[in-house]
């Protein structure tokens, strides 16, 4: 018989598991709360499942990363959420085009 082999339940691995989520909650919370927001605004606007699939996806590991940027950035950590969230309602394509607009600016300035 052909049987999976599920991993077996050691304490340890659960313990584990809970510390690095409560350690890294704020972070892992932003970034699903920039990917649910981001298919919300896909399916309001009528976006396609295309864009659905990867647009959302998108947002969230943006969120996660610009949660994480927040003390870098001066601003109180417990403020990643806002900013996971606002990726997620203004986009992919904004947050890469005001990106690159920042970058030019520096460039050009140094």
């Known amino acids: 018989m052909n049987r999976m082999k599920h991993m077996p339940d050691k304490p340890e691995t659960w313990a584990w598991l809970a510390a690095w989520v409560q350690s890294n909650w704020p972070g892992i919370y ?3 709360l920039a990917f649910v927001i981001a298919v919300f605004r896909i399916a309001y606007t009528g976006g396609r499942l ?3 699939v990867l647009e959302a996806p998108l947002c969230g ?4 990363g610009v949660s994480y940027s927040t003390e870098l950035l001066g601003v109180s950590p417990s403020a ?3 900013f996971g969230s606002m990726v997620g309602l203004i ?3 904004t947050v890469r085009a005001t990106a690159r607009r920042l970058l030019e600016k520096k460039v050009e300035q140094a």
């Open 91 to 93: 986009g992919v394509e």
């Open 80 to 82: 990643g959420a806002f």
């Open 61 to 64: 590991f943006i969120g996660l």
């Open 50 to 52: 295309r864009q659905l």
């Open 30 to 32: 932003a970034g699903v």
